[in-house]
């Protein structure tokens, strides 16, 4: 809990999710290929989180710059839009 930033406010729950990420992070940072965890145990890892930490449909229908309505490209585009920041040299959106 040390280690937490403390602007953060953290709670037991809050603290227990914090550390499976960062037990699922040191595990993916393993010096050899073969003692990392592959894509399913991570996705299977981070389910469950996704779950308990997504804002209700009906609570709010943008969180944190997130509209879940629209896609990703779309959200992308409005937050380089947002910055005044255009990468379409680097990255086709489309």
């Known amino acids: 809990m040390a280690v937490v930033d403390t602007t953060l406010n953290t709670n037991k729950e809050t603290f227990e999710t914090i550390s499976i990420i960062a037990e ?9 290929p073969s003692q990392r965890p592959n894509m399913e145990h991570t996705v299977n890892m ?5 779950k308990k930490w997504k804002p209700m449909e009906n609570e709010v229908e943008e969180y ?31």
């Open 24 to 32: 699922l992070a040191a595990h993916c940072t393993t010096q050899k």
């Open 64 to 94: 944190c710059g997130i509209h879940y309505s629209l896609q990703l490209t779309q959200m992308v585009k409005g937050w380089q839009e947002a910055e005044g920041k255009y990468y379409n040299s680097y990255v086709d959106l489309d």
């Open 46 to 50: 981070h389910a469950p989180l996704v």
